[in-house]
């Protein structure tokens, strides 16, 4: 995907054709009712804020509810930091250089890689400092990084996302170089070594609890919005090699197959994280970006009409399963390819995925390849509107929630200007997250004592309201659908400390005031117009 070594669609295609079929196992049926209380739809938002305004036509350019994430990759100091070795100050002088390019482009989430390998970039005393700190594993980097990045994200209306890779254990299977309280070292019992690599063995209850373990403590003790896992589950197929866990099927397989065995582990663990994160703290989202292809159709009638690598036989990562179980809250398939590319093509597998979450309450974000744009191995990619028109057809389907990019680092170079155009097509005005209602939530009071004197608007804070939307009416009398869509949203202000909260008003108009809590369920409306 993209770590080490980025799923490069053109590349990846001796992969992709290699994945052989399994016998397609039976599945249980959703066990989540449809979620009738679910926003699906700027509409849908309207009416749930203002019964009144349940009528009100809105546009999908100007979507009121859109997730518009980055994942910011540590591995490998891809995106963040640069480099190993450099002090405090620059790591954080680099961060909130990524968080700013992401504010330009009025994005509202950050999906950050803060265990990329059993490591941690965060004080732990489960598993030792990350190597891509300070160049050492184990190595004390001097500062804890992680409220540093969480409340800088905040600090810019971010939503943070703890982005964990599950079962790697190390990029080089000689451990020695390990520290010797790295899990790995202190239980060899759980490692399997495919080709370069040391992995954790996924069928290992004892690996399952760990990696739970380290997912709760990070959820207890920092103030993170969400927990992710990215498409790492069993290893991709490699050069023929054989994942050797032949006894601890023997020992744990109970009769299965050894693949249905090997997905219901990765389900194991989906289901136990979800629900430890949940427990842990109820508002903190939980969601996988699996590998864009479920299972092929030509392998299974309920697959895509595609003839790549299938996440299903390969990987051993049931997408479904943890839908229809409702185990995650969303899933954000990696849709890395062009439209019209053959093999996994976006215009099939956007609307496949999009059908796949219809009737549930999971959200669908897609993960987007940004960093694919500009490469000339596929001719589509150097066209510089060839992303932007993924966002366009994916207005097509309500289903789809927003999108995430990878990664951080091409934010700020912007090849063929791909962002910048989506910027201004898609994302000219900011965006409320998506709602979750199984994630709890209450709308703050609304803003009292609203006032605007020349070009500063004020209010009164609202007990609990982690941010402000403001909307502004440029001329005439606001209706009942004012704030339906986004067209009349000018920002979404993160509240700061104090009593009364302000911002400096774009121009003239009668202005709209909303408060948010964290998960940005919205109050009623204040509203006031210049004497």
């Not at 903190?284 to 864009?292: E, T």
Request: hydrophobic share 40%.
């Amino acid at each position: 995907m993209r770590n080490a070594r980025p799923l490069l669609a053109a590349a990846a295609l001796a992969v992709l054709t290699t994945g052989a079929a399994y016998t397609f196992g039976p599945d249980a049926k959703p066990a989540r009712p449809k979620a009738t209380d679910r926003v699906a739809s700027p509409a849908d938002t309207a009416a749930a804020a203002d019964p009144a305004s349940a009528q009100c036509t809105t546009s999908a350019k100007f979507p009121k509810r859109q997730l518009r994430g980055v994942w910011i990759a540590t591995v490998k100091n891809i995106d963040w930091p640069s480099r190993t070795g450099l002090t405090p100050a620059r790591q954080q002088a680099e961060y909130v250089k990524i968080l700013d390019n992401a504010v330009k482009l009025r994005l509202n989430a950050v999906f950050v890689q803060v265990r990329p390998a059993s490591d941690a970039l965060y004080k732990s005393d489960l598993e030792p400092w990350s190597q891509y700190l300070t160049g050492k594993a184990g190595k004390d980097p001097g500062w804890d990084p992680l409220p540093f990045l969480i409340a800088e994200a905040h600090r810019r209306g971010l939503e943070f996302h703890a982005w964990f890779n599950p079962y790697r254990a190390s990029y080089d299977a000689d451990l020695s170089g390990l520290p010797a309280n790295h899990p790995a070292r202190v239980h060899p019992e759980w490692i399997v070594k495919y080709e370069d690599r040391a992995y954790y063995n996924p069928g290992l209850p004892a690996v399952r609890d760990h990696v739970t373990k380290v997912v709760k403590d990070v959820v207890t003790r920092y103030d993170v919005d969400g927990v992710h896992f990215d498409d790492y589950f069993y290893p991709y197929p490699g050069n023929g090699a054989t994942f050797a866990d032949a006894a601890t099927h023997a020992k744990y397989g109970k009769g299965a197959t050894l693949a249905d065995w090997r997905r219901a582990n990765v389900n194991k663990l989906i289901a136990q994280v979800d629900k430890a994160v949940h427990e842990a703290k109820s508002h903190v989202k939980f969601g996988v970006s699996p590998f864009g292809i479920w299972r092929n159709k030509s392998d299974d009638p309920a697959g895509s009409a595609t003839g790549g690598m299938s996440a299903y036989d390969a990987i051993y990562a049931d997408a479904r399963h943890w839908i229809r179980k409702g185990t995650v809250d969303y899933v954000m398939p990696q849709l890395y390819w062009p439209r019209g590319f053959k093999v996994a093509d976006y215009d099939v597998l956007m609307p496949w995925w999009a059908d796949l979450v219809k009737g549930s309450d999971v959200h669908l974000y897609i993960g987007q390849g940004l960093y694919r744009v500009g490469a000339t191995d596929t001719p589509a990619w150097t066209k510089p509107g060839e992303l932007p028109s993924h966002l366009t057809v994916n207005r097509k389907h309500e289903q789809v929630d927003g999108d995430v990019y990878f990664s951080a680092k091409q934010l700020g170079t912007d090849p063929l200007g791909a962002m910048g155009r989506i910027a201004k097509s898609h994302y000219s005005r900011p965006a409320l997250l998506p709602l979750m209602k199984e994630r709890g939530g209450r709308a703050p009071a609304k803003p009292a004592d609203v006032r605007l004197q020349g070009t500063s608007l004020s209010w009164k804070s609202s007990e609990g309201a982690r941010s402000y939307a403001v909307y502004r009416i440029a001329s005439g009398k606001p209706g009942a659908c004012a704030t339906a869509d986004a067209r009349n949203l000018v920002a979404v202000v993160p509240a700061a400390g104090g009593e009364r909260q302000t911002f400096a008003v774009p121009g003239d108009g009668t202005y709209l005031v909303t408060a948010l809590d964290r998960l940005q369920n919205e109050s009623d409306i204040a509203s006031v117009t210049p004497a």
